[in-house]
């Protein structure tokens, strides 16, 4: 299994705190390295550059979320479930994610060192 470099507690990226589950989508951790996310998050930015800043991605991925990190973790597996359920989809390199995983990549992306 691949190690993924996003801290369990809240990360720090320029003046933005946020918890590091919303940049770590947890079953593609398990099949993907962190390169590979960070592959994925950069095609995502690419494709919505409206979302390609940290604040807009914590924005997106924490509306409506409960501040504690279990709540957090469990709001965000929802999500990625509707998402699937309802079609919120799309293709990136080949891969079918839903909407709030290519989003989770997006922001980890953001928070790799360059």
Request: charged residues 25%; negative net charge.
């Given at each position: 299994m691949a190690t993924i470099?996003?801290?369990l507690g809240f990360y720090g990226c320029?003046?933005?705190?946020?918890e590091g589950a919303m940049?770590?989508?947890m079953a593609l951790?398990?099949?993907?390295?962190?390169r590979t996310m960070a592959e994925m998050g950069e095609l995502y930015k690419k494709r919505y550059p409206?979302?390609?800043t940290v604040q807009k991605l914590v924005g997106?991925?924490?509306e409506g979320a409960p501040i504690e990190k279990n709540g957090l973790s469990e709001t965000l597996t929802s999500r990625i479930e509707e998402d699937f359920r309802t079609g919120r989809t799309?293709?990136?390199?080949?891969?079918i994610l839903s909407v709030t995983?290519?989003?989770?990549?997006?922001l980890f992306s953001l928070a790799q060192p360059k």
């Open positions: 470099v996003v801290p320029g003046d933005m705190k946020y940049a770590r989508p951790s398990n099949i993907w390295d962190a409206g979302e390609n997106l991925l924490s799309l293709t990136l390199d080949g891969w995983e290519a989003r989770q990549c997006a």
